[in-house]
């Protein structure tokens, strides 16, 4: 039993800012509610996968807000004024499931609030480029069905789009070529940075 009991805490250590607000971090007792779900002889070995897994892949806020501090004064993508380069930004809020897309945007807000005094909101009025911002990129299947309905419909006849992810699995050749055929199909001059 110490060896579960101490997997149920790493887990719920490693996750503990999952939610914020009041909405209460994972607990142990959460992740012994959650694994109660399975036959009692493959509990443990669950337990041990994903507290294996979530240490080496689990994406914390402050990991997140790290990467979105970073990804503010990248160079090559801002060049000497990020500012400026972000306020001409078209942040795109177009995820069709899930809420990372909208997680994410908030994070970057308060990054743009904290460095140049305005949020994601009061970006783009004549935007000179577009982003996507998300968490990560997995099976492709979401960010290709995201990025192809824009693209057919709201998309400018030019543009320039950054996809830009904390993560991304070895299915980008495919999205990249999903998105590809919808700018194609489009007739759009859309150019993508991935």
Same mark, same amino acid.
């Given at each position: 039993?110490?060896?579960?009991?101490?997997? =149920?805490?790493?887990?719920?250590?490693?996750?503990?800012?999952?939610?914020?607000?009041?909405?209460?971090?994972?607990? #142990?007792?959460?992740?012994?509610?959650?694994?109660?779900?399975?036959?009692?002889?493959?509990? =443990?070995?669950?337990?041990?996968?994903?507290?294996?897994?979530?240490?080496?892949?689990?994406? /914390?806020?402050?990991?997140?807000?790290?990467? =979105?501090?970073? =990804?503010?004064?990248?160079?090559?993508?801002?060049?000497?004024?990020?500012?400026? !380069?972000?306020?001409?930004?078209?942040?795109?809020?177009?995820?069709?499931?899930?809420?990372?897309?909208?997680?994410?945007?908030?994070? !970057? /807000?308060?990054?743009?609030?904290?460095?140049?005094?305005?949020?994601?909101?009061?970006?783009?009025?004549?935007?000179?480029?577009?982003?996507?911002? *998300? *968490?990560?990129?997995?099976?492709?299947?979401?960010?290709?069905?995201?990025?192809?309905?824009?693209?057919?419909?709201?998309? #400018?006849?030019?543009?320039?789009?950054?996809?830009?992810?904390?993560?991304?699995?070895?299915?980008?050749?495919?999205?990249?070529?999903?998105?590809?055929?919808?700018?194609?199909?489009?007739?759009?001059?859309?150019?993508?940075?991935?």
């Amino acid at each position: 039993m110490a060896e579960r009991d101490d997997l =149920l805490a790493s887990i719920a250590a490693t996750t503990a800012d999952y939610r914020e607000g009041d909405l209460a971090a994972p607990t #142990p007792e959460h992740v012994e509610r959650w694994v109660s779900q399975f036959d009692a002889a493959v509990r =443990l070995p669950i337990l041990r996968e994903m507290d294996h897994v979530l240490k080496k892949t689990y994406f /914390s806020r402050k990991g997140a807000r790290n990467f =979105l501090r970073g =990804l503010f004064q990248t160079e090559k993508l801002v060049g000497e004024d990020p500012c400026t !380069f972000w306020k001409g930004v078209k942040f795109l809020d177009i995820q069709g499931g899930g809420a990372s897309q909208k997680e994410m945007l908030a994070l !970057f /807000s308060k990054v743009l609030k904290k460095e140049c005094g305005f949020e994601v909101a009061g970006c783009g009025a004549d935007p000179h480029a577009f982003v996507y911002l *998300d *968490d990560a990129i997995f099976s492709g299947g979401r960010v290709s069905h995201d990025l192809s309905n824009w693209i057919a419909g709201d998309a #400018p006849n030019d543009a320039t789009l950054h996809v830009i992810v904390i993560a991304t699995h070895q299915s980008s050749y495919y999205n990249r070529n999903k998105v590809g055929e919808a700018v194609k199909s489009s007739g759009k001059s859309i150019k993508i940075k991935w």
